[in-house]
Structures are given as structure tokens and as C-alpha cells.
């Protein structure tokens, strides 16, 4: 049993969780893989590095789309004329594109944008460390809860 109830662990962590739902939804499930099989808070801390990483270069790479509604988007990741897959929704939204600059053939089509995740902040990564040296199992329950839909992307 964790140190902390499975509810503390989603509120305290909902930035990494984030960023592995984002990777998960993206179809990059070793990250969450080898968080769920972590052994010790060396392996927690490089899991952690190498999808904040991962997620960073996507941010650098990203897109920002304006849709015929007038909102502006941050993909990092698209799929074009695709349907949101159901293993995505929280993470991807259909989009018909208005305005794409850089890109300027997805104007007009329908895409998936998969929305670029906000980064943990530096206190929420050192809490988990923290937790991690401690306690695995919150480590594992973060990648579990990475795995399920969020409550926003639920209908």
C-alpha cells in the first residue's frame, strides 16, 4: 500500500501524468512501461528525464493551428483525417484547420491534433523523486493512471 491514497497521488502528480497520458496516447508506451516496472528511484528518475525530454523536443516541434472557431491550438503531434482514437480522447481533439502557418497545406482539412502537454512543474517532479525513494508504488500508480482517459476527455 502507497503513502499516499491513489486520490493524493492524481492530485499531486497531474502534470507527470500528464506528460505520460500524452505518450501513451501517442502510441510511446515504453516510458509508462518502465515506470510501472520500476525497482528502484534510479530507474523512476531516468524514466522521468527521458519522457520530459521526449516531451520537450515535441513542444520545440510543435504546431500551432487556428480553427474555424477561432481558437488557436498547440499540436504536437497530428494525424490527418483520422477519427481520435478512443485509447487518445482527453489527449487528441478533432480540428478543422482555419490557420496553419509553417504548414500551410493542413489548411482547410480536418486533423487530430494531439494537444502538446503542460510540463510538471519543478516541485511536482522533486516530490515524486522524493516519493519515489520512499515508495515505488506511487511511481506505479502514476503509470496506471496514465493509462486511463482523462476525467475532461471522458463523455
Given at each position: 500500500m502507497s503513502s499516499l491514497t491513489y486520490t493524493d497521488i492524481l492530485k499531486k502528480f497531474r502534470g507527470v501524468i500528464s506528460v505520460?497520458?500524452?505518450?501513451?496516447?501517442?502510441?510511446?508506451?515504453?516510458?509508462?512501461?518502465?515506470l510501472a516496472a520500476a525497482m528502484s528511484p534510479d530507474e523512476v528518475r531516468a524514466v522521468i528525464i527521458e519522457s520530459l525530454r521526449t516531451i520537450r523536443s515535441a513542444i520545440d516541434s510543435s504546431?500551432?493551428?487556428?480553427?474555424?472557431?477561432?481558437?488557436?491550438?498547440?499540436?504536437?503531434?497530428?494525424?490527418?483525417?483520422?477519427?481520435?482514437?478512443p485509447y487518445a480522447e482527453g489527449v487528441a481533439i478533432k480540428v478543422k484547420v482555419k490557420e496553419c502557418r509553417g504548414r500551410r497545406e493542413l489548411e482547410g482539412r480536418s486533423i487530430v491534433c494531439y494537444v502538446c502537454p503542460k510540463l510538471p512543474s519543478e516541485y511536482e517532479v522533486?516530490?515524486?523523486?522524493?516519493?519515489?525513494?520512499?515508495d515505488l508504488e506511487v511511481a506505479r500508480t502514476i503509470a496506471a493512471y496514465a493509462l486511463t482517459l482523462s476525467y475532461t476527455g471522458t463523455r
Open positions: 505520460l497520458r500524452y505518450l501513451a496516447a501517442t502510441r510511446q508506451f515504453s516510458y509508462v512501461d518502465r504546431i500551432e493551428i487556428r480553427d474555424v472557431e477561432d481558437h488557436i491550438h498547440r499540436c504536437c503531434d497530428i494525424g490527418e483525417g483520422e477519427a481520435i482514437p522533486a516530490n515524486l523523486l522524493d516519493y519515489s525513494t520512499k
